[in-house]
Nanobody, 119 residues
């Protein structure tokens, strides 16, 4: 059974930093594509960042240069370091795991952690 548990969200001011964590069980994070997504109120869920098996990372243009995705294989945990936060970064942040290399869909999702950035 795969379980993804996010933590680290909170209420911060514009310009602050936060680090989100996603503890995984049932799968090894280094063996799969892992991603971060977010959903703001009234908006659709959007891609934020992902890391593939070989460690290559990809980012949405809106967070490039401010956010960094990483993983700790020993802890089997995925991270999202968020710097220079903006009010428009306010959203519920989810981590996800893509189990099937032949499908673009993510198969497992966490419950989300709320990030609120005040101006």
């Amino acid at each position: 059974q795969v379980q993804l548990v996010e933590s680290g969200g909170g209420l911060v001011q514009a310009g602050d930093s936060l680090r989100l964590s996603c503890a995984a069980s049932g799968r090894t994070v280094s063996s799969y594509t892992m991603g971060w997504f977010r959903q703001a109120p009234g908006k659709e869920r959007e891609f934020v960042a992902r890391v593939i098996r070989n460690g290559t990372t990809y980012y949405a243009d809106s967070v490039k240069g401010r956010f960094t995705i990483s993983r700790d294989n020993a802890k089997n945990t995925l991270y999202l370091q968020m710097n220079s936060l903006k009010p428009e970064d306010t959203a519920l942040y989810y981590c996800a795991l893509k189990a099937n290399v032949f499908s673009p869909a993510y198969d497992y999702w966490g419950q989300g952690t709320q990030v609120t950035v005040s101006s």
